[in-house]
T-cell receptor
């Protein structure tokens, strides 16, 4: 079985501040990990994914995430928040040799203050 | 390539009615998945089709059904609608059914049941 926990349903930052969105996963086999973003009235869009090539993954819009096996984490970061980053962010997991249907976390709403 | 399209975008129905939602995947994508998104439950997997066969099913009652056509277009049907079926229904496609594959989401159909 696989699961994802996103700590904090809402994260509030000031424009220009560091963004840190937390994701912890549970998987009995090596995982594949994804971060998706959802803007209002839109579907989800891939930000980045970890497929075991490199532990530090760079994505679109200046976001990156680091896979830490020892901590079972895949936190999403961005050095400087922009107003346009305000959205809902979802972490998801699949697993090699297991289900290819992603299990999504509950999502974290990022609020960016001017 | 055109993205995933879903029709209709918005729908209002009354309890007891039935509804059919449509999804056209990205050209060449053979796997189509459906999700229900609500504020209370988050993103929940409904079912996945690959080459016209339902290969995975989530934990939803039999009122929820779907199918996929030879051109990979998919429909989902909900019969005997309940108030709790009000949600955003998202369709996602991927080229093949593998765990490392990105899911490409449509904008969703927002269903309101009165």
């Amino acid at each position: 079985a696989q699961s994802v926990t996103q700590l904090g349903s809402h994260v509030s930052v000031s424009e220009g501040a560091l963004v840190l969105l937390r994701c912890n996963y549970s998987s009995s086999v090596p995982p594949y990990l994804f971060w998706y973003v959802q803007y209002p009235n839109q579907g989800l869009q891939l930000l980045l994914k970890y497929t075991s090539a490199a532990t530090l993954v760079k994505g679109i819009n200046g976001f990156e995430a680091e896979f830490k096996k020892s901590e079972t984490s895949f936190h999403l970061t961005k050095p400087s928040a922009h107003m346009s980053d305000a959205a809902e962010y979802f972490c998801a997991v699949t697993s090699s040799g297991g289900s290819y249907i992603p299990t999504f976390g509950r999502g974290t709403s990022l609020i960016v203050h001017p | 390539k055109a993205g995933v399209t879903q029709t209709p975008r918005y729908l209002i129905k009354t309890r007891g009615q039935q509804v059919t939602l449509s999804c056209s995947p990205i050209s060449g994508h053979r796997s189509v998945s459906w999700y229900q998104q609500t504020p209370g439950q988050g993103l929940q997997f409904l079912f996945e089709y690959f080459s016209e066969t339902q290969r995975n099913k989530g934990n939803f009652p039999g009122r929820f059904s779907g199918r996929q056509f030879s051109n990979s277009r998919s429909e989902m049907n909900v019969s005997t609608l309940e108030l709790g079926d009000s949600a955003l229904y998202l369709c996602a496609s991927s080229p093949i059914a593998e765990p490392q594959e990105t899911q490409y989401f449509g904008p969703g159909t927002r269903l309101l049941v009165l």
